[in-house]
Structures are given as C-alpha cells and as structure tokens.
C-alpha cells in the first residue's frame, strides 16, 4: 500500500513538472510576443489571460486521483509547450528577419577590372605588367581607389592610360590600346548603350566593393502619412550594390485613411541629380548608379516632397517575393504577350517568372515604358494586397525567410514591427490608387554618358504639379 502511494506521487510530481515547464514556457513566449512589438496591446491580453488560464486548468488536473484527468492534463501540458515553445521560436525569427532586412546605413559600388573574353590572366596578380584603363567623367574618386586597390594587390605601381569618358575607355579595350578597363560595374549597361555588345566580350576579372554610410533620412511616425522610394535596380546580387535603378516608384502611405498612392516616374525622365550632376541633366534611371540617396533626391526636389523611407529589390527579388506570396492576381489593362507567356485584358493570376515578365515589357505597347511602369505598379498593388490580407499571417514567418535576401530597407525593424501591429490591431484593407508621370521623349547628352546621345523624356512640367499635388493631398488627408 505504501509503495502503491509513493509511486502515485511519483507520478503527480511529474505531471506537476511538466505543468511548471508550461507555465515557463508560456512566459518566455510572452515576453518574445511582447518584446518584438508586432502584436496590439488588447491581443496581448487576451494571449496572457488565455495562457494563465491553460496553466491553472492543466496543474490542477495533476491533483485528482483519477488517472484518465491527470494523464488528459499531462498530455494537454506537454501540447502546449511544444506549440508555445514553436512560437516563441517563431517571433525570434521574425525579428532577426526584420533586423536583417531593415535599418540599412550603407550603399556598395563595386569596382570592377575587366578583360576581354579571351584573355589568358586569371587573377589581378597575373595583369601586374597590364595597361590599365580609366575615364575621369564620372566616379573619379572610387576609380582612384581602386586604382590604389590594384596596386596594394599586385604589390607595384601599375601602368595606367586615361580617357575622357566611358565609351573611349571602352573602345580601347577592344581596340587591344589597354588591356583592362576599371569602372564601377554599375555603369556596365550604360556602357552598352553606346558600345554594342561591349558586356558580351569582356569578362570581370576582380572586384572590389567600397561602402559608402548612406546620407541619415529624416525619420517619419509610421502611423502617420510618409512616402516610400521603391527602386527596381536592373541587376542579380547582392542587393546593396550600386546600380540604374530602372523602376522608380513613389508609394505614398496614410495610415490613417488607410490610403496608398503609387506614383510610377519613368526611367529615361530627363532631371538633375543634386549633389552630381550640378546644373546638367541625365536620366533618373542613372542617378541609381549614385545610390538610393541620389535617386531619392532627384525625385524629392522633382516633385517638392520628403521622402523618409525606400525598399529596393532586384530582378531575381521580384520573382522570388511573388512565389513566397504563393502567386497574386495582377489585372491587366491589355492583353499582351511577353516572355513565353499570354496575358488577357483582366485579372491574372501570376507567379513569379509570369509577374517579372509582365514588368518588364514594354515593346508591346505604343506607349512603350509608359505602359510598363503602369504595369509595374500593377503587380507591386497585386503584392501589397496579398502581403496585408489576414490568410497570409500564417505563412508570415516563411515568406519573410524567403525573401530577406532580396529586399533592402531603411526602415528600422521596430517601425516596421510597429506598422505590423497597426494593421493587426484595425485589421482594415487598403484603398491603393495609382498614377504615373509623363512627358516628350528626345534625345540629348546625359551627364553619366558625355556626349553621347541617348533616349530621355522632358517632364511636362503640368504633369509634375498635378503628381505632387496629389501626393500632398493623400498625405494631409484625415
């Protein structure tokens, strides 16, 4: 009999462990939820009264002496713990997430030496006797780093030959007058506007990446009206490089009013780059190659905005959001081919490849980049809809995972932790509205390209004021 005793309090002294290790649990995994700021205060209540709840019904169920409700209690306990410890885990995750994506402070220009294809050296080593080209239009002083660079490399100073732009350093490449080319490899496809298949025969024979501390933008509430910079740069890679940023949208945020307005600004606008092009003008997709803080000027003093916040994504990121998202429904203005695949005049359901070939194109249309920049704010309207619709709170954690390598923000992960809880604490929908820019294409000099001519469209000054306005009205709305 007494041995008979001893082992049932064995028993309740075990299953009152467990209980005691869900009590634990459940305040470790309060202390996560509330820490990472994501979860309105009156869901917080309830999670806290849920949980004390639980802890109390399973630990008394240790006291009876019927088997069936102390082994239910034990069984229920150990569930709970191993749900709690998910999530806690779960929110640790998301945050490292957030912090990985956001409260971006630096821009990269990689400085490339290139070769042509045929070259037999294989490393920066083997071109120490090489005659290095460079341009002293553009970038002169990242240029002269990486000279420095080469030299510390390949321990002496090395032959050097200096050309007035981009397009005779070019030139004399494959001319066989110098035999390699420094430049910052954002300038590659600017290069091959004006030199004809030049990426095609050349290949990178070292890089070197030199970061710049992005200029601090001044902080907005983000429960309050603020505008992000979103930058579509036309590159694969790593996210932080310098590059033509060939999609350039303005999305203008009221929380209040639960208004978005995306305002699409054609790459080729033909506008000055302050602090770099002085009083000389050059395609908006070219200030990129600068970084996002001179794209982010030139469109604040073209429009007479602040702008506090940008997002930049790449090619490669577009696909990859669009999948994690599990595909979205983009309507379509036209039907249209593009990229193997057929698009009817309507909603279409996309996934990836389909969503970044929809983007792109542009020869389908009359109005040519006019029409794809409406298109580009289709599917950025298409992705926003999704990513704030409640069904995607239970895959949060994945997509976030998936894409955190693909996007780049400045948006600390505590305002974006504070946006989140926002929307999860009103729960309402979006009314997202578009609108784009336009103007009269010619064909002038651009500061980044000398004297070569290339495609630009002179803003229509009317169409500018009525775009600002508009800006201005959703963010002064209440």
Known sequence: ????????????????????????????????????????????????????????????????????????????????????????????????????????????????????????????????????????????????????????????????????????EANALLNGNVDAAVFNEGYMSMIDESVEGFSDQVRILYQYGIKTKLKEEKKADVQEPFNVFISGIDVAGPITTNSRSDVNIIMTVNPNTKQILLTTTPRDYYVTIPGVSGDARDKLTHAGIYGVDASMATLENLYGIDISYYARVNFTSLETIVDALGGVDVNSEVEFEAGGYSFHKGVNHMNGAQALAFSRERHSFAEGDNQRGKDQEAVLTAIIQKATSPAIIKSANEILATVSDCVETNMTSDEMAKFINMQLNDGA??????????????????????????????????????????????????
């Open 429 to 478: 929908s979006w009314n997202i509205e578009s609108q784009a820019a336009s103007g009269k294409g010619d064909t002038q000099a651009c500061y980044s390209s000398g004297s070569q001519l290339l495609y630009v469209m002179w803003p229509d000054e009317a169409v500018v004021a009525n775009v600002s306005d508009k800006m201005q009205k959703v963010l002064t709305e209440k």
């Open 1 to 168: 009999m007494r041995q008979r005793l001893l082992e049932m309090e064995r028993k309740n002294l075990i299953g009152k462990l467990i209980t005691l290790i869900q009590l634990l649990v459940s305040v470790i995994c309060i202390v996560t939820v509330a820490g990472s700021g994501m979860l309105p205060k009156k869901y917080l209540i309830f999670l806290i009264g849920a949980l004390a709840v639980l802890f109390g019904a399973t630990h008394i169920l240790q006291y009876p002496k019927n088997k069936v409700l102390r082994y239910t209690g034990m069984i229920i306990s150990l569930l709970m713990t191993i749900i709690l410890a998910a999530i806690s885990m779960g929110m640790m995750k998301t945050d490292d997430v957030l912090k990985k994506v956001g409260g971006a402070t630096y821009k990269t220009d990689n400085m490339v030496v290139v070769v042509k294809k045929g070259d037999s050296a294989k490393s920066i080593e083997d071109a120490e006797d090489y005659r290095f080209g460079y341009q002293t239009a553009v970038d002169q002083k990242n240029t002269d780093k990486m000279l420095k660079d080469i030299e510390k490399k390949v321990g002496k100073d090395v032959k050097t030959e200096e050309y007035e732009s981009l397009t005779d």
